[in-house]
């Protein structure tokens, strides 16, 4: 594979200006959508500033230290980074430290008879720790910046306008191949027979693999649907058009998960009231949060699914049967490590007693997660996702639905989708976290809100308790 070229390292040079000039013009939410998401769509994949000590400078930590940089000097705002709930203060805690227990319990190498994996080093924790930091940024700013209705409109606009603008490459793409990152870029940041799907090209554009593309394109179609819903009347004509548009760019994508989240989510958004969309994406979030038991206790129902893809297309049922194999095998190798995991370097994996080459490969995040970092670091990622959820279904419980957004239930939907995608790919990526923060402010609020109006009814409550005075 070739190189990034120059402007692959100027682009990621350039970016904190481009978040500056957008803090310097923008309210401060769509701010920081556009400098995470922005950066997230057009800075290269792969490409890296490599300096000691600290994490990798690429398009996950630029975006999020320039959000930061400019929320604390551009616009001179104090973030506060804990939440309200114990939970949340707790599952933070252990997100930053857990790299130190991982260190700790995995010192030794590896040994095989032509070569040894090393063990790791407390030099690792410390980059470990930097990087699950730098990772929460979203999450912190989101929930300071977007956690309430107003936010998560300006969440489903941008995802809109997004979908739009990306569309134009990924027609190209579609059409010619996927090039744009040569392009631009000067190389391709993937396996290239892995875009070839149904007689035609998966678009990759500037992100890691078609597969997060088509992600991407599904949550801009569950945006325009959003959008559709609660637009004025005379506008949906148009809105209408723009939902089928993004709905063929999911298509042209060539991906059946993302398009089956687009087909089940959509009719939810459509018809379902706020509540009840937040309540279906919270049973989401416990589904992904408990799957490796469920995996573990043998109570996915791995045969239907098997069956019910290879009667949909052999080579996809193949595809996925690959997978699995290699997830149960995966499996095996954490439960060896089941507390904190097996660290880096390809330690979770297998390998060959004599060469120890690799002999499987890790796909979806959650068996990533638990080969790498174990129990502790599934729980506490995992965990802090789905907390945001499961306190909006809370509240949403407590309160009825009275006080919810029109838009909060569409986005706790998307978030949902993306926990969902988590069990097949990897696709935790800082607009996951930015989307989980400004969930949790949201919920926030409506405890405050919860909270005030409970007081103000025990104050009347006294007060209408209480004897009149006289006055003579």
Same mark, same amino acid.
């Given at each position: 594979m070739q190189s990034p070229n120059l402007i692959a @390292?100027?682009?990621l040079a350039l970016w904190p200006v481009v978040g500056w000039k957008l803090w310097q013009r923008l309210d401060r939410g769509q701010a920081l959508i556009w400098t995470i998401l922005g950066g997230y769509l057009l800075l290269p994949p792969l490409a890296a500033f490599n300096f000691p000590v600290v994490p990798d400078l690429n398009k996950s930590t630029i975006p999020n230290l320039v959000a930061l940089a400019c929320a604390l000097?551009?616009?001179g705002d104090r973030v506060g980074f804990m939440p309200a709930s114990w939970l949340g203060k707790a599952l933070i805690a252990? @997100?930053?430290a857990f790299p130190f227990g991982t260190v700790l319990t995995n010192r030794a190498p590896l040994v095989f008879e032509q070569m040894a994996i090393q063990g790791m080093r407390i030099y690792d924790s410390f980059a470990a720790i930097a990087y699950q930091a730098i990772a929460l940024l979203p999450f912190f700013l989101a929930r300071r910046y977007l956690g309430h209705p107003e936010g998560m409109r300006a969440i489903i606009a941008a995802l809109v306008a997004a979908g739009l603008a990306y569309s134009v490459p990924m027609l190209?793409?579609?059409?010619?191949?996927p090039q744009m990152n040569v392009w631009v870029y000067g190389f391709f940041q993937h396996d290239f027979f892995q875009t070839i799907r149904y007689g035609g090209y998966r678009p990759v554009v500037f992100l890691p693999h078609g597969l997060w593309v088509a992600f991407f394109a599904c949550m801009a179609v569950l945006a325009a649907v959003t959008l559709l819903r609660r637009t004025v009347p005379d506008a949906r004509p148009r809105v209408l058009v723009v939902f089928v548009y993004l709905s063929v760019m999911l298509v042209i994508c060539r991906s059946a998960g993302p398009i089956l989240y687009a087909l089940a989510l959509v009719p939810m958004i459509l018809f379902l009231p706020a509540r009840l969309q937040i309540l279906i994406a919270a049973a989401m979030a416990l589904v992904v949060v408990s799957y490796p038991v469920l995996r573990g206790a043998h109570l996915v129902p791995v045969d239907q699914i098997l069956d019910l893809a290879n009667g949909l297309s052999p080579e996809r049922a193949a595809s996925l049967r690959f997978r699995i194999e290699n997830e149960e095998t995966l499996l095996v190798r954490a439960q060896e490590q089941p507390w904190f995991g097996w660290g880096g370097y390809g330690r979770s994996f297998t390998h060959d007693p004599v060469t120890g080459q690799t002999l499987n490969i890790a796909d979806g995040a959650w068996v990533i997660l638990m080969g790498n970092y174990g129990w502790v670091g599934y729980v506490a990622e995992f965990g802090l996702t789905a907390l945001p959820l499961l306190l909006l279904a809370r509240e949403s419980l407590r309160?009825?639905?009275?006080?919810l957004s029109p838009w909060v239930g569409a986005v706790a939907l998307i978030l949902g989708a993306n926990m969902l995608d988590?069990?097949?790919n990897a696709t935790h990526i800082p607009f996951?976290?930015?989307?989980?923060?400004?969930?949790l402010g949201e919920a926030e609020r409506l405890a405050a809100l919860r909270a005030d109006r409970d007081a103000m009814a025990r104050r009347e409550g006294l007060h209408a308790?209480?004897?009149l005075r006289t006055v003579i």
């Open positions: @390292y100027l682009a000097w551009l616009v252990v @997100y930053i190209v793409e579609a059409v010619m191949s309160q009825g639905g009275a006080e988590l069990l097949p996951t976290w930015l989307l989980a923060g400004a969930l308790g209480k004897p």
